[in-house]
Every structure is written in C-alpha cells, then in structure tokens.
Nanobody, 121 residues
Framework: QVQLVESGGGLVQPGGSLRLSCAAS????????MGWYRQAPGKQRELVAT???????NYADSVKGRFTISRDNAKNTVDLQMNSLKPEDTAVYYC???????????????WGKGTLVTVSS
C-alpha cells in the first residue's frame, strides 16, 4: 500500500551536519502529520520532530535549535536537517507518516525501516 523510504544517514563528526530525507509513495489519499523518530541502542523509540500538513512543527527539547523539519506536501516528502550533531544523537532514525484513510473516519501510521546516524570522531 504505502511505503516510506529514508535516506541520508551515515557517519558524521561531532559538530557536523546531516540531512535526512523521506519519501512516501503508493496509495496516498491524504497525509496528516509526518515526522522523525529515533531509537538509540538500549533505549525506546522517541519523537524527534513532527510537522503537520499545515506546517506546524514540534521538536523534542534535546534537538531544538539544532534540527529543522520540513515537508513538501506536493511531493509527499519530509526532511530533517541536523546541525551541530552530538554523539548522543547517534541512533536509528525512522520516518513516520499519519495517513487519512479514504471513506473512513480512521487514520493510520506508516513507518520506514530506518536509517542509521552515527556521530563519532
């Protein structure tokens, strides 16, 4: 049905920058919010940033001022610009999209398979 594909992960030096991208494809009626979550080794998945179709953003306190989320509604993509990266940002980053279901009152979450970001010297 719907597929989310992330790209842009990799190894980066502390203080460096990285840009993650996510593209949604398939049977898409309408997307509510899109966002990025991450899971560090030994920890649960946590919210990093989200953005609604109207452009309202929300960030985890740990990334405010360093990360910027943006989306292109026409292309069904969402990006995460990560600056001033720290070792504690090391995690698998997952793309998320909350989609409206046609002829339904329900919405559904879709997830990408994740992309690894490693911040290390």
């Amino acid at each position: 049905q719907v597929q989310l594909v992330e790209s842009g992960g990799g190894l980066v030096q502390p203080g460096g920058s990285l840009r993650l991208s996510c593209a949604a494809s398939g049977s898409i009626f309408s997307i509510n919010a899109m966002g990025w979550y991450r899971q560090a080794p030994g920890k649960q998945r946590e919210l990093v940033a989200t953005v609604t179709s109207g452009g309202i953003t929300n960030y985890a306190d740990s990334v405010k001022g360093r990360f910027t989320i943006s989306r292109d509604n026409a292309k069904n993509t969402v990006d995460l610009q990560m600056n001033s990266l720290k070792p504690e940002d090391t995690a698998v980053y997952y793309c998320n999209a909350n989609l409206k279901q046609p002829l339904s009152l329900y919405a559904r979450n879709y997830w990408g398979k994740g992309t690894l970001v490693t911040v290390s010297s």
